[in-house]
């Protein structure tokens, strides 16, 4: 077999992993997929981003390892571009590269008082409680009664959900254990989740919706009343559905004692108040206004409404991280591309949120990366003239490895995660959970580093 292509995927969430099984099926040329990860663990956010107890969704990553077996695939974990290697030195030693790099920040709310103590975004508190390692030493105050999870969409459902289901149901799960410590000492009796607009502009799914109504010991409540007094001629069938289970799981009698999960439509907060953390927060009730194209907008009633809460997770989307030297739109937050070529660049390829904004669940990445992987084999394909001097030298994927290693002399290979994953599972058994999660860097280092064989050249 002679390698025709040798590709570089920076990231290794769904997007990258999806990228590289497409690259692999190429057969004219065939592609070498390198896939680097600054992280010394793979599967981005289905191991840090998809809640704990959607193991449902988690096993997508047996997915990831069947790919990663791949003979003309390798993983690299703890090689950071624009830290261990610039876009310049991969540029120069790969034919192509593919940024699949997601959302990795937050969109802000923009009123006073969002700096306090107490007012987190929900990237934070997902990575917090999935043991994402830049995140073990969050604080989450939930010494208060009262919660507030702003937005409505399925990583609102998400962050609500985390903040009351009960920790006999939650430590189970692969939630990290100082997540599960936290939370075990949570005084939350109630969390508040907000939407600026009506139920019928929730962006949440309707399973993500049917779930809130199956939390051990919670009550959900649907405010204010008359709000789902909306005839559903002419709604698009999700909308339909989900109205339909807000309205069953809205009749249920209330139970005394429970916790309660309180989804108020048409308010945004428009002041976070507090001497040093949060202490209340200040909403304004909206009406729904039609703009223009029809679309049902959230317009400031002028009314007034104050709460008392001691933390405000916002859950208001994610939003792309600019890479030095490419183009970036601050507006959309993504970079933007033809049908997935980095727009003015040659050889620069982007898949997933960071190409098309954080939307679409972890299939959307399928269709995704093939749109991508079509362009990238158009441009790079035979008789295009645009590969890198060596294409096809056998000994290629071996001086990429060497190279690697003198970058990053800690660099996580297969083995080290296999390690990594094999410790974790190890200590999950013997707690009847899927794994234990280490969450500190230097402790999935230090897991790794037994089975890494230091400067090694992988064949
Ligand atoms: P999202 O679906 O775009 O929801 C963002 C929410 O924030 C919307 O309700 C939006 O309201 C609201 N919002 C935006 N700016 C606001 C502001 N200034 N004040 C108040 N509200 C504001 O994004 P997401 O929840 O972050 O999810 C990202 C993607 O991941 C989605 O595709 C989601 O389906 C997916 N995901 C899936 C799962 C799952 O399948 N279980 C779990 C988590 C995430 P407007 O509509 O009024 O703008």
Excluded at 52 to 81: C, M
Excluded at 372 to 378: D, E, F, H, P, S
């Amino acid at each position: 077999m002679v390698d025709a292509l040798h590709v570089a995927v920076v990231g290794s969430g769904p997007s990258g992993f999806y990228a590289a099984d497409t690259l692999l099926a190429a057969d004219d040329p065939v592609v070498r997929v390198d896939v680097l990860e600054r992280l010394p663990t793979p599967w981005g956010l289905v191991r840090s981003g998809v809640a704990p107890d959607h193991p449902k969704i988690k096993s997508v990553a047996d997915t990831f390892d069947q790919i990663a077996e791949h003979e003309r695939f390798r993983w690299y974990g703890n090689v950071d571009l624009g830290v261990d290697v610039t876009r310049k030195e991969l540029l120069q030693r790969y034919d192509a590269v593919i940024y699949a790099l997601g959302a990795q920040s937050d969109r802000h709310l923009e009123v006073p008082g969002e700096q306090l103590l107490g007012s987190v975004a929900a990237t934070d508190v997902v990575g917090w409680y999935n043991g994402h390692p830049h995140y073990p030493d969050l604080e989450l105050p939930l010494h208060g009664e009262r919660a507030v999870v702003v937005g409505n969409g399925n990583v609102a459902l998400d962050v609500a959900r985390m903040l009351c289901t009960p920790v006999a149901d939650l430590n189970r799960t692969d939630i990290a254990d100082h997540a599960l410590e936290v939370l075990s000492r949570s005084s939350v009796r109630e969390v508040l989740v907000l939407g600026r607009r009506g139920p019928a502009q929730a962006t949440w799914t309707t399973l993500e919706l049917r779930e809130l109504g199956d939390i051990d010991g919670v009550d959900v409540v649907v405010e204010p009343p008359g709000v789902l007094d909306i005839a559903d001629d002419g709604l698009p069938p999700l909308v339909r559905r989900n109205l339909a289970s807000l309205r069953t799981i809205a009749d249920r009698p209330l139970r005394a004692g429970t916790r309660r999960l309180v989804l108020r439509f048409l308010r945004s907060p428009v002041a976070l108040r507090g001497s040093g953390h949060v202490e209340q927060v200040e909403l304004a009730c909206n009406d729904l206004v039609a703009d223009d194209a029809g679309r049902l907008l959230a317009r400031d009633s002028g009314a007034r409404e104050v709460i008392d809460a001691g933390l405000v997770v916002r859950a208001v989307g994610y939003v792309g991280v600019p890479v030095e030297g490419l183009p970036f739109d601050p507006v959309a937050g993504h970079i933007p591309h033809d049908e997935g070529r980095v727009v003015g660049h040659e050889r620069e390829y982007v898949v997933g949120w960071i190409k098309r904004g954080p939307t679409g669940v972890i299939g959307t990445n399928k269709k995704d990366a093939r749109e991508t992987v079509r362009r990238l084999l158009a441009d790079l394909g035979p008789g295009s003239g645009s590969r890198l001097d060596g294409a096809g030298d056998g000994d290629r994927p071996a001086r990429l490895a060497a190279w690697l290693h003198t970058k990053q002399p800690e660099l996580v290979t297969d083995a080290g995660w296999h390690a990594i994953d094999t410790a974790e599972r190890l200590a999950g058994e013997a707690q009847e959970r899927p794994r234990v999660k280490l969450v500190h860097t230097s402790d999935l280092l230090a897991a790794a580093r037994g089975a890494e064989e230091p400067g090694r050249a992988e064949p």
